[in-house]
């Protein structure tokens, strides 16, 4: 698999790879008012989760709410939302 324009090769048409600064950049370049950009999960936690008791589990929700409220994690996510507001 090779990433290229961020695409793979194999998965073109179906994912986009792009960072939270590009995306902020095109989001402006739209006229829009960058409120929040933020990741809402992490690839390091996939496989763990599911194997978490409840006191680990409830750690993790600590740790991951921190990440999804800190610009510098929202790289780190495999999913991000960015909420925008148009300017006139």
């Not at 995306?23 to 989001?27: F, I, L």
């Not at 800190?70 to 994690?73: G, K, L, N, T, V």
């Given at each position: 698999?090779?990433?290229e324009h961020s695409t793979l090769e194999s998965l073109q048409g179906i994912f986009f790879f792009t960072s939270p600064e590009e995306?902020?950049?095109?989001?402006k370049l739209k006229n829009l008012e960058v409120i929040k950009n933020c990741g809402v999960d992490f690839i390091f936690a996939q496989g763990a989760i599911n194997t978490m008791d409840d006191e680990t589990f409830n750690l993790y929700?600590?740790?991951a709410d921190k990440m999804v409220g800190?610009?510098?994690?929202t790289g780190l996510s495999d999913h991000a939302l960015m909420?925008?507001?148009k300017q006139r």
């Open positions: 698999m090779t990433l995306m902020e950049h095109d989001a929700m600590k740790l800190s610009a510098f994690c909420v925008c507001k």
